[in-house]
């Protein structure tokens, strides 16, 4: 009689689970994640994450905001500010098979497991493709412990990596539209970055991750309007 091998217990990568974050905390910590721009980088690194970010929007760099915001976010989390950005954006032009692309890694958020991450393939052949897609697709995949091709070695990605590519596919996404569209665009990540930050619009509740928010009240004037429980549309 052969052996009747039990099924494996689904494991949840490391990176995938809950990380304490704070607005408060000096934005030094954030900005050594996120590749900013040299303006961002002149301001005060000591400032308190949600001040520093004020002084993003202010200053109206948003592709540096945009990035901040994916490197202050919690690994999954940022996964998930990547996909809601990339749908929003790529749903406004005539695409194939994208809700398709961005369901399987929202399917891996939802249900994180080395399983569902061995799923994505290499890493070696997602970065051929720097379609906002392909870097969704390459953020999942960094999210992982090892992805070394190769058996017995291990190459362990760094966390800024994954969120300097879900930031990549933001801005790559708004850059297929022309001039003041494609601001609008990054207003519209900026936005939905912010209410991330604050739990708003998750794949399902959450309640092992605290969500303190980015967001000042001396923001809310200078912000785009309001964004709504977008993935439901």
Not at 2 to 10: D, R
Not at 87 to 116: F, G, H, M, N
Request: aromatic residues 8%; contains cysteine.
């Amino acid at each position: 009689m052969s052996k009747v091998v039990p099924p494996q217990p689904e494991i949840t990568p490391p990176s995938m689970g809950p990380r304490k974050v704070s607005a408060k905390q000096p934005a030094i910590s954030t900005i050594d994640k996120a590749k900013l721009g040299e303006k961002a980088l002149g301001l005060q690194g000591t400032l308190p994450c949600h001040e520093f970010l004020y002084s993003l929007i202010s200053l109206k760099l948003r592709t540096d905001a945009i990035k901040f915001i994916a490197a202050w976010l919690p690994p999954r989390d940022s996964l998930w500010y990547g996909c809601l950005g990339v749908w929003q954006i790529a749903r406004l032009q005539p695409q194939t098979a994208v809700r398709e692309q961005i369901d399987k890694v929202v399917a891996y958020i939802t249900c994180p497991s080395t399983q569902a991450w061995a799923e994505f393939g290499s890493f070696a052949a997602a970065s051929k493709d720097s379609s906002p897609l392909g870097l969704l697709l390459q953020a999942a995949i960094l999210t992982g412990d090892n992805i070394c091709p190769f058996p017995r070695k291990n190459i362990k990605p760094s966390p800024s990596f994954q969120a300097k590519t879900v930031a990549n596919a933001l801005v790559t996404a708004a850059s297929k539209w022309p001039g003041k569209e494609r601001e609008t665009c990054l207003d519209l990540c900026i936005n939905i970055g912010l209410d991330i930050a604050e739990g708003k619009h998750l794949w399902a509740p959450n309640p092992d991750q605290n969500y303190p928010g980015l967001r000042q009240a001396t923001i809310t004037g200078q912000m785009f309007g309001k964004t709504r429980n977008i993935w439901e549309d």
